[in-house]
Each structure stands twice: as C-alpha cells, then as structure tokens.
C-alpha cells in the first residue's frame, strides 16, 4: 500500500472522530482525546517525545520505532485537530 494512501486514510479516520463528525468518546480514544480538548493530545505528544528519548538513550531499537509510532500518531491527531492536512 501507498504511503500516501495509507495517510490520507488515517486522517480520514481522525476526521471521523471529531465531535463535530459524532466522534464518540466513549468507543474511540481518539474522540475521547478530542472530548477532552487540545491539552489532552498536547499532553500525550509531551509523554511520547519524552519515551522517545529515552527509548533512544537506552539504545533499544524495537522502543525507538514503538515510540516514534506513538509520537507521530498522536501528532496526526493534533494536526487533524487544526485542521491541517
């Protein structure tokens, strides 16, 4: 599958989750993210930085792609949030 495709899916899917789209908090927690407001994923971007880095120092790879999953992931969330594409 495209790179591409695969993105323009995901943030589909993060569109779906908005309040504004009837993102249910209580079956997805990226509504449940949402619900709770920017600090909520702005939160989590922090956490997963951090893990990231420390991940790295420890020189463990299978944590550095673990955590650098969670971190971008969480970052399409805040993107999708603003609106940006």
């Known amino acids: ?39 909520a994923f702005l939160k989590k971007i922090g956490e997963e930085a951090t893990e990231l880095v420390m991940a790295a120092k420890d020189q463990n790879q299978q944590a550095v792609v673990s955590e650098t999953a969670d971190l971008w992931f969480h970052c399409l969330v805040a993107l999708n949030y603003y609106n940006v594409d």
Do not use: F, I, Q
């Open 1 to 39: 599958m495209n790179a591409d495709l695969v993105l323009t899916e995901l943030m589909a899917v993060l569109k779906s989750r908005l309040p504004s789209a009837g993102g249910d908090p209580d079956s997805s927690y990226v509504a449940k993210l949402y619900a709770k407001g920017p600090d």
